[in-house]
Antibody, heavy 114, light 110 residues
Framework: EVQLVESGGGLVEPGGSLRLSCAAS????????MNWVRQAPGKGLEWVSA?????SYADSVKGRFTISRDNAKNSLYLQMNSLRAADTAVYYC??????????WGQGTTVTVSS | QSVLTQPPSVSAAPGQKVTISCSGS????????LSWYQQLPGTAPKLLIY???KRPSGIPDRFSGSKSGTSATLGITGLQTGDEADYYC???????????FGGGTKLTVL
């Protein structure tokens, strides 16, 4: 089955770190660019980061978050450091580029609170 | 404040047609492809339209997309109660070197 499954979310204190994972299956993972998109409670979608032949980040996370991938493990990662309350959100991984992200995971919830 | 501007809400009766606008600039919509996503309550977003006006397999032709200059429109005909959802536009922004979403539009089928 073609799918993306996120994991690694949880409760973390402000200033803490968390590493999200996204496991891909059913397709040739290495052939696709990948993204992280988040959604704060009751808010809209916010693009966070992408990786293809290069990496890119939203200004809100630049310098704090790092996107990476392991094609041998069909996995996408998001290392999140110096977490803030404003980073509280459901984090989705999504396949493709901004002209059409055609496969999304179910999301993993990150809560930053003391 | 989102880089792409959408109306917060739209509504129409079952069977009717509705359009949702998405306004941007030359650095995003004007210079790149646009995509549209549907997010039903409590679920992950789903791709509705890619590359401005193309529908993925499985998306009914009731959904259509168009783009002109720095604006785009999502059209939905034959509205059904199951279409009640939040709809988002998205594009790459060359000036920001980042992806951008619209703020989202809540569709109510009265």
């Amino acid at each position: 089955e073609v799918q993306l499954v996120e994991s690694g979310g949880g409760l973390v204190e402000p200033g803490g770190s968390l590493r999200l994972s996204c496991a891909a299956s059913g397709f040739t993972f290495s052939s696709y660019g990948m993204n992280w998109v988040r959604q704060a409670p009751g808010k809209g979608l916010e693009w966070v980061s992408a990786i293809s032949s290069y990496t890119s980040y939203a200004d809100s996370v630049k310098g704090r978050f790092t996107i990476s991938r392991d094609n041998a493990k069909n996995s996408l990662y998001l290392q999140m450091n110096s977490l803030r309350a404003a980073d509280t959100a459901v984090y989705y991984c999504a396949r493709g580029k901004l002209d059409g992200m055609d496969l999304w995971g179910q999301g993993t919830t990150v809560t930053v609170s003391s | 404040q989102s880089v792409l501007t959408q109306p917060p809400s739209v509504s129409a009766a079952p069977g009717q047609k509705v359009t949702i606008s998405c306004s941007g600039s030359s650095s995003n919509i004007g210079g790149n492809y646009l995509s549209w996503y549907q997010q039903l309550p409590g679920t992950a977003p789903k791709l509705l339209i890619y590359e401005n006006n193309k529908r993925p397999s499985g998306i009914p032709d009731r959904f259509s997309g168009s783009k002109s200059g720095t604006s785009a429109t999502l059209g939905i005909t034959g509205l059904q109660t199951g279409d009640e959802a939040d709809y988002y536009c998205a594009a790459w922004d060359n000036s920001l070197s980042a992806g951008v979403f619209g703020g989202g539009t809540k569709l109510t089928v009265l």
